[in-house]
């Protein structure tokens, strides 16, 4: 074959390849981004700012957005367009579950649009009466050898530190935990855990979260990270917080400064939809990067919001663009409360199917379904192998060829 012939068949390919993505080309322009719905959020900014009455300088203040969440639907109402039934229906809901929405994340929010991904995320849906789901469907309470720490693994655990969020997200899955009241574990039990650490030469990742991992003093993270840096078995610790999507304030040079004083440390937070990626949220990640962080997403698969294979893929290619790797996607659990958020399983495997070779490797998450009782993160993906014989299996490619493999 000559040259040329090879050129009209690549030339050819290339055509059939960006035939299989004409889809997304079409329609990825039209998915909401915190970047082109920048101005919306400036203008939402300038609203609340004069509800909250507050300046510049408070808004970027972490402890000033803390403590000016909104909590109460009246501010709510001046912030955001609610029928006078919404209204009546959020402060019932408010009695049963809590609801706290830092004023940075208030105004991700499109004020007229009632089905804003950002706002079913955090406002009380009447919904969430629904009586279906358990308390604690992953049975942590039996998995927990020491206050504050969940053990489920041979070789890592999670510590729990506080169950204060700067945004209460309406499919938590610790929403038990949540209570009325902000309560950070007490620095006596969290020497505890560092012993409990200390003395289990098997874990060698600790995974501090809670609630917000962030949301603790500065000196008791501080502390935390230093006492287990020291022990010689833990090899990585890992922060679990969501202050990059909901309050990205939080990451200040002096908790940067800190961070990297205790490398390797990772850090895994949780965007579940494309209008989260701001202009505040890349200044954040960036100081992270800065400062040897490295950084992972935790996506939760949610009705209404990302079950949706344009908006996934997007996310995720979103994601990387602020050097954040998208790590998990969760299958929703069964929490009371969020029934409203369910999908089919089929749903979250026809995105998967959509991902493996439609998009880079790096845009793609494990999808996992969290086994009931605490069984463990199970992975769930489609299935290439077709069959097994004795000397080659038979596979499939991402556009469904179909091939054999010598075994
Ligand atoms: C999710 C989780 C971990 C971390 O799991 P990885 O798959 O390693 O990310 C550890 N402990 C508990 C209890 C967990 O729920």
Redesign the pocket.
């Known amino acids: 074959m000559t040259e040329n012939e090879k050129r009209i068949i690549s030339l050819k390919r290339a055509e059939e390849l960006k035939s299989r993505i004409k889809d997304y080309t079409m329609k990825k322009n039209s998915i909401k981004t915190g970047f082109t719905h920048s101005e919306m959020i400036k203008e939402n900014k300038r609203r609340i700012m004069k509800v909250l009455n507050a300046s510049e300088k408070e808004w970027d203040d972490w402890k000033w957005q803390l403590s000016n969440r909104i909590t109460d639907v009246h501010t709510l109402a001046k912030i955001l367009n609610l029928s006078d039934e919404e209204i009546h229906q959020i402060d019932m809901i408010g009695k049963k579950f809590r609801w706290a929405i830092s004023p940075y994340y208030a105004s991700l929010m499109d004020p007229d649009d009632p089905f804003c991904p950002v706002r079913r995320q955090a406002v009380p849906s009447i919904e969430e009466m629904v009586e279906a789901g358990e308390e604690d469907p992953m049975a942590e309470e039996f998995t927990s050898p020491v206050e504050g720490i ?4 041979p070789d ?3 510590v729990k530190v506080t169950n204060q969020c700067a945004m209460y997200c309406r499919h938590c899955q610790r929403r038990r935990c949540i209570g009325q009241k902000d309560l950070a574990l007490p620095m006596a039990a969290l020497r505890k855990c560092v012993e409990y650490i200390r003395n289990e030469e098997e874990i060698r990742d600790v ?1 501090i979260t809670g609630g917000d991992a962030l949301l603790i003093s500065q000196k008791n993270l501080e502390w935390l990270l230093s006492e287990l840096h020291e022990i010689p078995h833990v090899e990585i610790i890992r922060i679990g917080t969501r202050t990059p999507v909901t309050m990205p304030q939080r990451i200040t040079k002096e908790l940067c400064d800190v961070l990297s004083k205790y490398p390797p440390i990772y850090l895994n937070t949780h965007f579940n939809h494309p209008m989260e990626i701001t202009e505040d949220a890349k200044k954040a990640t960036d100081m992270l990067c800065s400062a040897g962080v490295v950084l992972g997403n935790q996506a939760v698969l949610l009705k209404g919001i990302n079950d949706d294979v344009h908006i996934m893929k997007k996310l995720n290619q979103e994601l990387l663009k602020i050097r954040i790797r998208p790590y998990y996607i969760f299958h929703p659990k069964e929490v009371v409360g969020t029934a409203h958020f369910k999908v089919k399983v089929q749903k979250g495997m026809e995105i998967m199917e959509k991902l493996r070779g439609y998009t880079s490797g790096l845009a793609i998450p494990t999808y996992i379904i969290n086994a009931p009782n605490g069984k463990g ?1 199970t992975p769930i993906l489609p299935n290439y192998i077709l069959s097994w014989e004795e000397n080659k299996i038979e596979l499939r490619n991402w556009e469904g060829e179909v091939f054999y493999y010598p075994n």
């Open positions: 969940t053990r489920r693994y890592r655990l999670i995974l993160k």
